[in-house]
């Protein structure tokens, strides 16, 4: 007989919007997950990743449910099952051997992003073995943004007040597909008569709905530039050098660069001053070797237009007092290495405001952390530990980044299936999903706490980051193989109370409602403060200027344009790529039929003009290839005049479960196999250019 169904209040956290859900259960199995509308951030609002992905990445056949050990050669696909205290104890045998022979620093780690408590609890492990060597994917992805919003001081992360604005700005973001709760609100911000701009190459969803939109070459969108006179002296620092630049880019000279029509920017500027008024930026701004400034250019709009943290503008992000994020955490002194080993970060050198010490997260550089999987150089860097992330997928250079997992002498993954990642492992540990764990997180901009609920018992034997983290410190401290115990939360309710601090918020009310808010005053600068050198805005950034980069916003010509002419001949047409689909997160759930069913195949949209000129039909194979990258990539066409003329757009993430591993198709279907992870990159971040690049086409 059926037990009764109960519901349980929870967060989704497939992607970091981080929307309101109602799971229920029956007989210990969920068999719904659905939006929880008392939430006060999504209010409602839902995807149907949180509704048929979550619970399948749970529930489905291919599911990791057991500890897996390598047989035979590396990626051959052979596998057995061990216990949890054999793969535990060969882990750490490994790890203290190589941290004996080549030092802590040859140990790195890899997680998505440091938004999860998975990233904290990687961090902090690895720091435990005495290395500062993690990765995050957000060179790749919402790391320009960060740390322009970090150095301008504005700490808006990605909110944007839409219910009270009079105009959003919405500038490479289409939340149609990314983000429902923000798609919800730009909606009925239409309906209240807000104006709506957009700046996007892509005739997207969003543009549909604008009252204007603007289409800038790729890679332009900095050249598009009344100030709020009072808040800009009261809190501003180098407005005057910011005006100076600015005025060398008049109308008609942004117009140019851009190829936007002159009067369109005079509107969109008109619009945007007046407010209040909203920026909302997405991944077509970020992750590219100008990204930073990019944002900078955008962030000092937002300064001194006085629309920070007013209703209708962009709000700070605040927490309730005594309240702990992961980013809180990761700087906290309690929980640092030495200065002058975090300062061998790699990539700290050259990129100081991304990694090591002072960087935004402490991460590492990637490209640089595979070229020392390669080369030895700085040093030699032997063993990695990656959790729920699949980067031979999503960094750029497939070929390259296989090649340097393939020579490791050791390593780890824990995922929730094995993926292109996980096929070159040597040990393979099952994690649970969001359906079994707690995690408790603040969502940006916003006045709530949300909760994630462990709703069901862990299928099969899975165990939560912090659980296999906690194995593996007890069995390398018996191996005498820890520079310190940076995790000592014996289990994920500890470490979620020790988050929750002295905070007026406890897990148990979490847990009733899902969330919980906490009181959030807006403009409160003189309490809140500005976290730069001068304690103001800093239009100027000083950070920039001390390290001899360039402390004001500026324009960098995109990648085609600075390309020799021979080069521009033989790729004649430019590459978009990182646009989101509905279906899919990034590499994630492309085993699940239903998303399979929905969207097939990698899709490239072409201009009907551009495809006619390579005598490519609609639903064609097609291969591109760029100037910088050693692979191609095939992908199937989409010919729609929603894609400017001569720019090829796609998404990314792509690889196929039922083709030949290790690789399952991230060298064929996946459009990093086309790319390069080799520069330029963004001198503040290292970001490599996802956008903006020289590339050609043919028929497949
Ligand atoms: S947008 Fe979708 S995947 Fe992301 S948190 Fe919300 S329901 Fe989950």
């Known amino acids: 007989m059926s037990g009764l169904e109960t519901t349980v209040a929870s967060t989704c956290w497939e992607c970091s919007t981080a929307c309101g859900a109602l799971v229920s259960v029956r007989d210990g199995k969920v068999v719904k997950v659905g939006p929880n509308a008392a939430h006060p951030h999504s209010r409602g609002a839902f995807c149907v990743k949180g509704i048929r992905a979550l619970p399948e990445s749970t529930y489905q056949d291919s599911r990791l449910r057991y500890p897996l050990r390598r047989i035979g050669a590396r990626g051959a696909g052979g596998w057995a099952r061990v216990s949890w205290d054999a793969a535990l104890d060969e882990m750490a045998d490994r790890l203290a051997e190589l941290r004996a022979r080549h030092g802590p620093l040859a140990l790195a780690g890899a997680v998505s992003g440091a938004y999860f408590s998975r990233g904290a609890i990687v961090a902090l492990l690895l720091r435990s073995l005495g290395s500062p060597n993690w990765m995050i994917n957000q060179d ?104 100076a630049r600015a005025a060398s880019f008049p109308a008609e000279r942004a117009a140019e660069l851009s190829g936007v029509p002159a009067a369109d920017i005079e509107r969109a500027a008109a619009l945007y001053a007046a407010g209040p008024s909203t920026f909302a930026s997405g991944h077509g701004i970020d992750a590219f070797s100008a990204g930073v400034q990019t944002f900078r250019a955008f962030h000092c709009l937002v300064a001194i237009s006085g629309n920070l943290d007013r209703a209708g503008g962009n709000r700070r992000v605040k927490r309730p007092r005594g309240f702990r994020t992961y980013h809180d955490l990761l700087h906290d002194p309690a929980f640092r290495l030495p200065i002058e ?25 990637n490209p640089s952390v595979i070229y020392a999987m390669l080369t030895g150089k700085p040093y030699p860097l032997r063993a990695l530990y990656a959790s729920g992330v699949n980067i031979a997928v999503t960094y750029p250079d497939t070929r390259r980044t296989v090649e340097a997992l393939r020579g490791l002498d050791f390593f780890a993954v824990a995922a929730h299936g094995m993926n292109p990642t996980a096929a070159l492992a040597d040990i393979v540990l099952p994690k649970t999903t969001a359906l079994e764990e707690e995690e408790i997180s603040l969502a940006p901009g916003t006045c709530c706490v949300n909760y994630t609920a462990p709703a069901v018992a862990p299928q099969g034997e899975a165990r939560s980051d912090l659980a296999i983290a906690r194995g593996l410190i007890d069995r390398l401290q018996a191996r005498g193989a820890l520079a310190g115990d940076f995790l000592p939360w014996p289990d994920q309710r500890a470490f979620n109370r020790y988050l929750l601090g002295d905070s007026a918020i406890d897990l148990e009310s979490l847990r009733a409602a899902g969330y919980a808010e906490f009181p959030y005053e807006l403009g409160n600068f003189a309490a809140q403060g500005f976290k730069t050198p001068t304690g103001k805005l800093e239009l100027w950034s000083e950070r920039l200027a001390a390290l001899g980069l360039d402390p004001l916003p500026d324009y960098a010509p995109p990648r085609r344009e600075r390309e020799p002419a021979a080069v521009r001949e033989r790729f004649p047409l430019i590459l ?72 090829l757009i796609t998404g990314m993430g792509w ?46």
């Open 341 to 365: 080993v975090e300062r061998q970060t790699i990539g700290a050198d050259r990129f100081p405001l991304w990694a090591g010490p002072d960087g935004w997260q402490t991460a590492c550089h």
């Open 140 to 243: 790749l992805c919402g790391g320009c943004r960060a740390v322009s919003d970090l150095i301008t001081g504005l700490a808006i992360g990605g909110a944007a007040d839409l219910d009270h604005t009079n105009c959003a700005l919405l500038v490479g973001r289409n939340p149609a597909a990314a983000d429902p709760v923000q798609w919800s609100a730009l909606k009925r911000a239409k309906q209240r008569g807000a104006a709506i701009v957009v700046i996007d190459p892509l005739r997207t969803q969003a543009a549909d709905l604008a009252d204007l939109w603007l289409r800038p070459r790729p890679g332009t969108d900095a050249a598009i530039g009344r100030y709020d006179k009072d808040f800009v002296a009261r809190w501003c620092h180098g407005f005057d050098a910011l005006a």
């Open 576 to 647: 978009q790529t990182g646009l989101r689909e509905k279906t899919y997160h990034h590499s994630r759930f492309r085993e699940q039929a239903w998303a399979r069913k929905v969207s097939p195949d990698p899709l490239l949209h072409i201009h009907p003009e551009t495809a006619a000129r390579h005598f490519v039909g609609d639903g064609d194979w097609v291969t591109v290839e760029t100037s910088s990258g050693q692979g191609a990539c095939r992908m199937r066409a989409e010919i729609t005049d929603r894609a400017p003329l001569d720019v």
């Open 655 to 700: 690889w196929r479960p039922e083709a030949a591993g290790p690789e399952f198709g991230a060298l064929d279907v996946n459009v990093n196999a086309a790319l390069s992870y080799g520069g330029p990159w963004d001198p503040i971040t290292g970001s490599p250019d996802s956008r903006g690049l020289p590339c050609r086409l043919r028929r497949a």
